[in-house]
């Protein structure tokens, strides 16, 4: 097969769509105006980041009031955790409940809470990359201020019980936050039916670009601001909005979220084969995470006796875009946090090979996936 | 047609900046790559502070960029650690004085980063190591001949080097002087031009080596000093504090200047003597490695050299059982130290090497 290229990093970053342009294009051209400005220019503009506001509410079941734009899903992460601590730390409540293989965005937030006094306890998850709603509700203490758990892993890609943990909090009068990244589009998502007080979600992963996030927190929950100075989005989130790339978002999130069941039935077809293809063609491979509550789109599969940075490399030039752990690892030495908290060794954890797939992708693409993968892990463990 | 693409090792530093301007005027095609070697918490920073091994990487990046060369990253963290930072731990914990820039050579350079070179397809890997390499074509092998900059010449941390390695290794900058590098930096306006150059062992910044091994194998008993004799002089603070040589700070006081002799590490004792004690006649070395001979047969008139920057001085080589070698000095030698790499030179050419039992 000649050499294609493949993009198989989804999870990583999307394609901004042809609709996320078009819907960018306007306010990079002649619709340059302010928000804050009182003139029609201006208000042209205002009025693109309300209506973005509204189709990014209605796509996870919230009301426009309730959706905070930032600059991404790590600032979501860290406004929604330091804004629960800080409201928490006022009522004596300084223990934060979260999960060993949160993104970072997560996890370097409560490090840093823990510096200034706060406790966390981190539940762990079990072997197949599950949490275990028991756990959190034992983890509960009278002073924990937060639970914060992810929707879906964003490298193994499973599926947590969040419906059950946000019940469990709500029983215990407990804010639960849920970074929800990897999981809009993917998974049906309803704050209200499900029970989610803070949720973060990210542009880039659903097909609008890079620098737009949001955090979504019910009314009522004491935000406070990350950036201090002008009163955009109701003074928790100061700084002249990014108003081409909300509009964006605002564009695209209704496609991302709708007819997300049989959407993701032809990729989890795609991804099934994959999964199967590399297993059986390759020996000394397994699957990491549990293989039913799983993204659609993603495959994360330990392969004995190669590093993962050789063999992207590899993959790179027979065009195929993959990754090892995550985007956000590569430049860290370590070996994958979310590997280690399932239990693999660092051996094993630095030998793991994540592809992650959408809609997008086409069967030949995992048809020439299954053809180089096997010829480069062999050539990789022929060094050995 | 010949395949004439180069990866380069590209530290930041002036010398492999300049080296892929040189390889490009000479009709190759360059990309560069960069180790990280280690993070700061491996090396016992504060892990908030910047991290100067990232540092590193920025300006190789910024070089790269500058030069218009693709640009790779390579973590071999564990390799190191493994190879040269454990490498170097046991072996001063044996009472022996390592020179973790050889095993870096060894196992990283030619060994981790050839391979993947090879990998992606490089025919050449490229260091700005101050060395030359020749063909002898009446030997049919290559040579490794010291720098014309006397002050910068590496050949010695490179004896390792196998026939395979030197046929893909390159080293532009060898024929140069350190001057006419920087000048080739500063007229390509690479950043770093005037950044000052490496020092001592990259993963111990601050030179406190024997700081470093007891942050990573604790705190090390205190034992006798004695003289050569025998007669005890006093204490020493943990064996990791000296080195074969030293004569300051080994904290007695006797009528003639004393220096350290040895380290008894089985006695944990420091044994100090009078400057003649200094002197060896011979020395045996281990795991050999020869450039300019398949392998030792006779014994062969050679200069040797003990350590990094030393004068080297006429011997004679020997071979022994096990690749083991038989050094002999014309004069005797002074502080020869267990652990370090004696390389043999014959003129400008080195002829091999190994490390000092």
Redesign the interface.
Known sequence: MDKKFVYADNAATTKPSPKAIDAMLPFLYEEYGNPSSVYSLGMRAAKAILKARENVAAAIGARPQEIYFTSGGSEADNQALRSAALSGEKKGKRHIVTTAFEHHAVLRTCEYLQRRGFDVTYVKPDSRGLISPCDIEAALRDDTCLVSVMYANNEIGTIQPIEEIAGICKARGVLFHTDAVQAVGHIDIDVKKQGIDMLSLSGHKIFAPKGVGVLYAKSGTDISPLIFGGSQERGKRAGTENVAAIAALGAVIGDAVSGVSERTQRVRAMRDRLIDGILSSIPDTRLNGDRERRLDGNVNIAIDGIEG??LL??LD?AGICASSGSACES????PSHVLKSIGLD?KRA?GSLRLTINELNSDEDIDYILEKLPEIVS??RA?R | MDNKKVLVAMSGGVDSSAAVKLLQSKGYECAGATMRLYSNEDIGLDKTKSCCSLDDTTDAKLAALKLGVEHYVFNFSDEFREFVIDHFISSYLDGKTPNPCIECNKHLKFGKFLQRARLLGFEYIATGHYVIKEYDEARGRWLLKRSPDAKKDQSYVLYNMTQDELAHTLFPCGELTKERIREVALQNGLVNANKPDSQDICFIPDGDYAGFIEDNAGAQPKGDTILTDGTKLGEHSGLIHYTVGQRRGVGVSYSEPLFVISKDVQKNTLILGTKDKLYSDSLTAKNCNFIMLDELKEPYRCKAQTRYHQTAADCTISPLSDGRVLCEFDEPHRAVSRGQAVVFYDGDYVVGGGEIE
């Open positions: 940075e050789s490399l590899m030039m430049a860290s030495l370590d660092e630095k050539r990789l060094l």
